[in-house]
C-alpha cells in the first residue's frame, strides 16, 4: 500500500531531498546540496511513500511556459525499480499540470532514461545544441484528463465491462481512478453507498473491494495477451473503521500471486490478491480475494 504526498512540512522537505541525493547525486560522488536547482520554490514536488512512510519515488514538475511544464528529478528508491512507482510518479505530476492549465510536458532526460519516458508516453524531438552537448534528449509528450491511465483502451474497457454486465457497479458510482501498469485504483460514491450513520455500507466496501481485485485481473489478462472468464471463488474483508468521507480500493501487483502456465495449459487458473481500501488517505480494510480465470471454451466447426 502506498500514498501519494506533498511534501510541505521541514521534516518531509528534508527527507525528499535527501532522497534525490542518494538516489541521483550520490552515486556519482556529488555533494549533498547539488540534488537542488533555482526552479525548487516555484515548482509542484510530489513523492510516494509506502505503509511504513519510507520514500519509494519522487518527482518535480515546474512551468516552462503558460502552457509548457517540464518533469526532472524522477527518482525511485533502488530496491523498489521495476515495480510501477516511476510511471506513477510521472502520471501524478502531469495529473498537477493538467489541473494547472498545461497542455504538453517535456523532458531532457539522459538516454538512458528515454525508454522509460517512451513507456509513460514521451516522444523524442530535436533537442537544441546545448542539450546534445550535454548528451541529454529532448522528449515531449501532449496532456489530457487520461493521463493518469496507462492502456486507457484497455481501461475503458474494464468500466464499459463493469457497467454493461455487473450493474451494481455503475448503482455504486464506480469508477477506475487511476492505473499505473502494476497498481490499479479504484473509487466509489460514497453518497451512492451511505447508511443511515452517514457512512459507507459494509455491503458496498466489500463488493468494491471484489470488483478491484477483478478489474487487476482483468488488466493483467490483457497485459499478459490472455484470455478467461473472472468469477470470485472466496472473499474475506477485515474491516477497521467505517467509511466517511473518499472511498478508495487500491490493488498493488505486489499483493497479486498466481501462476500463468496453469492458464496457458488449458486449465482454470487460481489468482490470490489483496485489495487495501481507503477512506481518502486513511487505511480503513483490506480484501482479501481468491479469484478464479476459466479458460476460454474452444469452439469446433
Known amino acids: 500500500m502506498y500514498k501519494i504526498i506533498k511534501p510541505t512540512t521541514e521534516q518531509e522537505l528534508a527527507a525528499y531531498f535527501h532522497f534525490r541525493w542518494q538516489i541521483l547525486k550520490a552515486p556519482f560522488n556529488f555533494p549533498e546540496g547539488s540534488e537542488k536547482d533555482e526552479y525548487e520554490l516555484v515548482a509542484e514536488h510530489r513523492m510516494i511513500v509506502n505503509v511504513n512512510n519510507d520514500i519509494m519515488a519522487i518527482g518535480r514538475v515546474?512551468?516552462?511556459?503558460?502552457?509548457?511544464?517540464?518533469?526532472?528529478?524522477?527518482?525511485?528508491?533502488?530496491?523498489?525499480?521495476?515495480?510501477?512507482y516511476g510511471s506513477l510518479i510521472v502520471a501524478t505530476l502531469?495529473?498537477?499540470?493538467?489541473?494547472?492549465?498545461?497542455?504538453?510536458?517535456?523532458?531532457?532526460?539522459?538516454?538512458?532514461?528515454?525508454?522509460?519516458?517512451?513507456?509513460?508516453?514521451?516522444?523524442?524531438?530535436?533537442?537544441?545544441?546545448?542539450?546534445?552537448?550535454?548528451?541529454?534528449?529532448?522528449?515531449l509528450k501532449k496532456l489530457s484528463a487520461q493521463q493518469f491511465l496507462i492502456h486507457p483502451k484497455w481501461c475503458q474497457e474494464l468500466q464499459s465491462t463493469?457497467?454493461?454486465?455487473?450493474?451494481?457497479?455503475?448503482?455504486?458510482?464506480?469508477?477506475?481512478?487511476?492505473?499505473?501498469?502494476?497498481?490499479?485504483?479504484?473509487?466509489?460514491?460514497?453518497?451512492?453507498?451511505?447508511?443511515?450513520?452517514?457512512?459507507?455500507?459494509?455491503?458496498?466496501?466489500?463488493?468494491?473491494?471484489?470488483?478491484?481485485?477483478?478489474?487487476?485481473?482483468?488488466?493483467?489478462?490483457?497485459?499478459?495477451?490472455?484470455?478467461?472468464?473472472?468469477?470470485l471463488g472466496d472473499g474475506n474483508i477485515h474491516y477497521h473503521k467505517p467509511i466517511t468521507m473518499q472511498p478508495r480500493a487500491q490493488v498493488h501487483i505486489e499483493h497479486y500471486e498466481c501462476d500463468y502456465l496453469t492458464l496457458n495449459?488449458?486449465?482454470?487458473?487460481?489468482?490470490?490478491?489483496?485489495?487495501?481500501?481507503?477512506?481518502?488517505?486513511?487505511?480503513?480494510?483490506?480484501?482479501?480475494?481468491?479469484?478464479?480465470?476459466?479458460p476460454q471454451k474452444k469452439t469446433t466447426d
Open 265 to 294: 495449459s488449458g486449465n482454470k487458473m487460481r489468482v490470490d490478491l489483496t485489495v487495501n481500501i481507503l477512506d481518502g488517505d486513511t487505511p480503513v480494510a483490506e480484501f482479501k480475494g481468491a479469484y478464479w480465470v476459466l
Open 94 to 139: 502531469e495529473k498537477v499540470a493538467i489541473e494547472q492549465g498545461a497542455i504538453r510536458a517535456v523532458t531532457n532526460s539522459l538516454e538512458s532514461s528515454r525508454g522509460f519516458f517512451e513507456i509513460c508516453g514521451y516522444t523524442k524531438f530535436s533537442a537544441p545544441e546545448a542539450l546534445r552537448k550535454l548528451n541529454r534528449i529532448h522528449m
Open 162 to 231: 463493469w457497467e454493461n454486465t455487473i450493474p451494481i457497479s455503475d448503482q455504486m458510482g464506480i469508477k477506475i481512478h487511476q492505473y499505473s501498469g502494476t497498481t490499479l485504483e479504484v473509487r466509489a460514491s460514497l453518497n451512492k453507498n451511505i447508511n443511515l450513520h452517514g457512512t459507507m455500507f459494509a455491503g458496498s466496501i466489500f463488493s468494491l473491494g471484489t470488483l478491484a481485485g477483478w478489474g487487476m485481473i482483468f488488466l493483467e489478462l490483457k497485459r499478459k495477451k490472455l484470455e478467461g472468464e473472472i468469477v
Open 62 to 84: 515546474h512551468f516552462n511556459t503558460a502552457e509548457e511544464v517540464q518533469i526532472r528529478h524522477i527518482a525511485v528508491a533502488f530496491e523498489a525499480h521495476g515495480k510501477g
